[in-house]
């Protein structure tokens, strides 16, 4: 299963995006996790571009139409999703390979509940198809984890590997959602 990871930040330092590469890192040989890394080089959405989009977007909708499922993890700006996340996406409104893509949607930080459901009203309003059992909230901002301690940390890396084994469950094996999300202590 090729998952695409979408990170809504563009931090050096960002939580959300060592989140994804830890969960590609803990990926099985079954699931491939590659991070976009064309979100940072994407111009501001505009309509007009659409005759000839440039190479990132053309870029970001090769690697979404190669993927099989999403993995979104982005943090919480002003009660609200970042420019960024909201920028990607809005390249990919009525992109038809992204409507019923499964997407799981990853939450670093629990307070942040304004921008995680922005976005899952963006995501669905998109019709993506979003894999609850997959969408996972894990407490990590402020819990002061470098990027290496959250692969050894067994609460957060337990519950990276349940999420993608929940997304492999739902897009591969086909198994009917089994459940909502579940919280997270990362201690
Ligand atoms: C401009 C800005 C606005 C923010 N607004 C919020 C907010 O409304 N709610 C919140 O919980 N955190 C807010 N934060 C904190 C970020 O969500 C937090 O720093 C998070 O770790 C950033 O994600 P990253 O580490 O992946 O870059 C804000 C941070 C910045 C820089």
Same mark, same amino acid.
């Given at each position: ?10 931090? =050096? ?6 989140? /994804?590469? !830890? ?7 079954? +699931?491939?996790? !590659? ?24 870029? *970001?909708?090769?690697?979404?139409? =190669? =993927?099989?499922?999403? *993995? +979104?993890?982005? #943090? ?7 420019? $960024? +996340? @909201?920028?990607?996406?809005?390249? /990919? ?7 019923? @893509? ?16 922005? /976005?899952?009203? !963006?995501? @669905? $309003? ?11 909230? +894990?407490?990590? *901002?402020?819990?002061?984890? !470098? ?32 459940? #909502?999300?579940? #919280?997270?202590?990362?201690?």
């Amino acid at each position: 299963m090729r998952v695409l990871a979408i990170s809504g930040s563009l931090r =050096a330092a960002s939580i959300n995006s060592a989140l /994804l590469r !830890t969960a590609a890192r803990l990926a099985p040989p079954e +699931i491939d996790v !590659t991070l976009c890394s064309v979100v940072g080089e994407l111009p501001l959405f505009n309509p007009d571009l659409e005759q000839d989009v440039p190479s990132a977007v053309a870029q *970001l909708r090769a690697e979404v139409a =190669a =993927a099989d499922a999403l *993995l +979104i993890a982005s #943090p919480e700006y002003a009660h609200g999703v970042t420019g $960024t +996340i @909201k920028n990607a996406l809005d390249w /990919l409104v009525s992109f038809e390979p992204f409507v019923n @893509k499964p997407v799981a949607v990853l939450n670093a930080s629990p307070r942040a509940h304004h921008a995680d459901s922005a /976005l899952r009203e !963006t995501l @669905k $309003t998109m019709s993506a198809v979003i894999v609850e059992s997959a969408s996972v909230s +894990i407490p990590l *901002l402020g819990a002061n984890i !470098t990027e290496a301690g959250m692969a050894e940390l067994p609460s957060v890396a337990l519950a990276i590997r349940a999420s993608l084994a929940a997304l492999y469950a739902v897009v591969v094996l086909q198994q009917p959602e089994h459940g #909502p999300t579940f #919280p997270v202590d990362p201690r």
